[in-house]
């Protein structure tokens, strides 16, 4: 089965396509902002236009723009091609990359915005807690595991007076076969991580 992989949740845009587990073209990016700009032409330049039987996409969390842009073009082109869609969590793949480096369990560290980053304790089996957004000071009370991944990895580690291993990373779709199936969704919902910024109108009291 040809699967064509999509990661947008971070300042980093990139594409794999895989035949089986055998990756056949890939490219990644880190762009900041302009995911929307550059997604689609990067695909196009894939072999066959990325065409595919299986699509994987990154549900977050992470950029909201990002991990919408990501969704977005992953289902319609699901829908062009006939594909199926499956979603993962940003911080699993991440971790994923990081257990098959260190063979141990991973805590993930990611940015978060507002000041807090987004923590998550992954075990060597990818079994995890679950994902939560904390100022600096409350994730470095989270973090379960002496070796730290995510692109505020470092700074989490400078936290802790130990000589805990560091992985400076950011999620790319070329790691996405080290995804176990249990980490894969149908459910195609953005992984935000935290409460939205705003109080949607109905849910704010009367004066």
């Not at 999509?6 to 895989?18: D, G, K, N, P």
Request: proline letters at 6%.
């Amino acid at each position: 089965m040809r699967t064509l992989a999509i990661e947008t949740a971070t300042e980093a845009c990139s594409i794999a396509l895989f035949e089986g587990d055998d990756m056949i073209a890939h490219d990644h990016r880190v762009l900041g902002r302009g995911h929307a700009e550059r997604l689609v032409p990067m695909i196009a330049e894939l072999p066959d236009k990325g065409r595919a039987e299986r699509i994987l996409v990154s549900l977050g969390p992470g950029s909201f723009t990002g991990v919408r842009i990501g969704i977005a073009t992953a289902r319609a082109l699901g829908f062009a091609w006939n594909a199926k869609v499956r979603g993962y969590p940003t911080l699993s793949l991440i971790a994923a990359r990081a257990c098959q480096l260190s063979a141990r369990g991973v805590t993930v560290c990611m940015n978060g915005g507002h000041g807090e980053w987004f923590i998550q304790n992954f075990a060597a089996d990818l079994s995890s807690d679950t994902v939560r957004s904390l100022s600096p000071d409350a994730a470095s009370e989270a973090a379960l595991y002496g070796v730290l991944a995510g692109n505020r990895a470092n700074e989490l580690a400078q936290k802790f007076g130990d000589d805990r291993a560091v992985l400076d990373l950011l999620p790319d779709s070329q790691w996405t076969p080290g995804l176990p199936e249990t980490h894969l969704t149908a459910d195609l919902s953005p992984i935000y991580g935290r409460a939205p910024d705003a109080t949607p109108q109905k849910a704010r009291p009367a004066p």
